[in-house]
């Protein structure tokens, strides 16, 4: 499990930590990070400190505003007025630090002498954040295909649960649906055993199959076809983080034979399908947070299983 989504493992998995380390999961918890302020600022503790980039967009002011996990709001980007001339006569920070450092940076190169630095709080009413982008495309998809591959790695090391085409996707070759699904199948067996808003890791290999089903908040769902032509021992291995008490747990239940998700489907199952994701995290939420945090809207990015 990352450790931005609260994973306190370190697996050395090889091909996976030497190829995409620490950036690449960087990208990913970029991509999730509005989800994680919003949840945060409806009750759920983040795993790590998050930051939503331009957020949201002030009626009155037309500015835009960065938000993060402790529900602190600053500027997106600096303020800069100048005159006629192209000069700066005055310039708005998020912070007194930053502001210093550019007027010393003025200083220094002789375009001013003189910067006066001046604190000012400015207090708004931040909107509620119920709608985001949800990142749904190759990222995201090699960090489950990872995530499903490290996990196995901490039980034995020795396992290589990758078919070519697998392992050519989470190394870097062009995207390929079909080795990381979007997974819309209800897997109940799965499901009872996590709680609400969990994030999930499922293994499981018998004969020549291998697969893996990564869920993300208890939402976000993906189905892995790791190998069909494996050749390692039976195993079903499961690694739960619940964001609500911090508290992750590997255990190895028994074999859940979880059906495939389909590798091609219809737009019109694709809509249905976000819309059945989105119904399942705002159910979860209320379960975890109670019924008083209301509803959320998730718009995918355009990227089908």
Excluded at 250 to 267: M, V
Aim: net charge neutral.
């Amino acid at each position: 499990m990352p450790r931005f989504l609260g994973g306190q493992r370190t697996v050395r998995a090889g091909y996976c930590n030497n190829v995409f380390g620490h950036d690449f999961e960087g990208k990913v918890s970029r991509d999730l990070a509005p989800l994680v302020v919003a949840l945060a600022r409806s009750g759920l503790p983040p795993a790590s400190p998050a930051v939503w980039p331009k957020a949201f967009v002030d009626a009155e002011t037309g500015h835009s505003y960065d938000v993060n996990t402790d529900q602190q709001t600053r500027l997106s980007a600096p303020i800069v007025e100048r005159d006629q001339s192209g000069k700066i006569v005055r310039a708005t920070y998020a912070s007194t630090a930053e502001a210093t450092r550019h007027a010393e940076t003025l200083r220094r190169k002789g375009k001013a002498r003189e910067v006066r630095v001046v604190t000012k709080s400015t207090e708004f009413n931040a909107p509620t954040f119920r709608t985001f982008t949800l990142p749904l495309g190759p990222k995201i998809r090699r960090l489950a295909v990872k995530m499903a591959t490290a996990l196995i790695a901490f039980r034995d090391s020795a396992i290589d649960p990758l078919s070519v085409p697998v392992r050519r996707f989470l190394l870097g070759s062009p995207f390929v649906g079909a080795a990381a699904r979007l997974s819309f199948v209800a897997y109940d067996p799965l499901d009872a055993l996590r709680p609400a808003l969990a994030h999930v890791v499922f293994v499981e290999a018998e004969g020549a199959t291998c697969y893996g089903v990564v869920q993300l908040f208890g939402s976000i769902q993906f189905y892995l076809p790791l190998s069909e032509s494996y050749s390692g021992p039976s195993l079903a291995l499961l690694l739960v983080f619940d964001p609500l008490h911090s508290c992750e747990t590997l255990t190895e239940p028994s074999p859940l034979h979880l059906p495939p998700s389909p590798e091609e489907i219809t737009e019109e199952t694709y809509e249905r399908g976000i819309a059945w994701m989105r119904e399942r995290l705002n159910a979860q939420i209320e379960e975890a947070l109670g019924k008083d945090v209301g509803s959320f809207s998730m718009t995918p990015h355009r990227t089908k299983p």
